[in-house]
């Protein structure tokens, strides 16, 4: 049984008085699916320090948004794996689509940055997903299967398991176009496929949610299928209430276990 995860992404967003504000109410209106769903809570890397006051022993993890692919050294404007450990992380993103298509970064820097993340004990979560050309030409599996392949290089198949996958499609961040609930099913069941072609059991015991404009208005549709273990949440993770009701439809699941789709094919 997978437990549901629901990881806030912020982004480039906050500030030392909104970052109060916003998690005084969230956390106090997210306490009570706390035991029902992990959560976590991605800052900017500088509000690392106070957002993991704030969490306390809420049971809210604190993750942060990359980490550096090399241990230490001269790498000016990057942070390692071990500092974020240090500052009590337990998920860092690794591969977002932004950092991939902003910032170049390849699918063996990727790679590099996940098996830094592993090295240094956090649980990294694995963005993957296709362009909207992609998923035009036919190609989305072969684009997220190369995203994975380039993981499985670095760190092999042990790498990936206990890790979280994102599953989000480039065309739906941001943009609030959101991939349908038979397009985020299907492709959770496909990854899981490919998975389990590398290693019996992967594919049924590997986290894999959705992020891609999830809002409070589609969150139950999206996460209706069994194949979906929760969100990875942008500009809905900015706002409190938004961003518990997002919560409230993933706990939800847990107590209505939707069995029929819970199988590889
Ligand atoms: P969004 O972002 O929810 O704002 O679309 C999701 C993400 O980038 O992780």
Not at 174 to 197: M, N
């Amino acid at each position: 049984m997978r437990k549901p995860i629901l990881i806030a992404n912020w982004k480039m967003n906050g500030s030392l008085h909104a970052n109060q504000a916003l998690l005084v109410r969230m956390l106090a209106r997210l306490r009570p699916f706390r035991k029902a769903v992990d959560m976590a809570i991605c800052p900017p890397f500088p509000y690392l320090f106070q957002v993991r006051d704030l969490l306390g022993y809420t049971g809210i993890s604190l993750g942060a948004q990359n980490a550096s692919a090399a241990t230490s050294g001269a790498h000016t404007g990057e942070v390692s794996a071990t500092m974020l450990q240090e500052m009590g992380c337990r998920y860092v993103l690794v591969g977002h689509s932004e950092r991939r298509s902003l910032y170049h970064e390849s699918n063996g820097v990727v790679g590099a940055r996940f098996r830094q993340v592993r090295s240094a004990g956090m649980t990294p979560v694995l963005c993957v997903g296709e362009t909207l050309e992609e998923r035009e030409q036919g190609m989305a599996m072969a684009a997220i299967e190369s995203q994975l392949q380039a993981v499985i290089d670095e760190t092999g198949m042990a790498g990936l398991s206990d890790s979280v996958i994102a599953y989000e499609p480039v065309w739906a961040i941001g943009t609030g176009r959101t991939a349908t609930p038979e397009q985020v099913s299907d492709t959770h069941r496909a990854i899981r496929q490919f998975l389990e072609r590398h290693e019996a059991g992967l594919g049924e015991s590997t986290r894999i949610v959705y992020g891609g404009s999830v809002k409070a208005g589609n969150a139950a549709e999206l996460f209706q299928s069994s194949q979906v273990d929760g969100g990875l949440i942008g500009g809905a993770s900015l706002q409190a209430d938004e961003f518990s009701d997002i919560g409230t439809a993933l706990a939800n699941t847990v107590a209505e276990p939707d069995s029929e789709c819970d199988t590889l094919d």
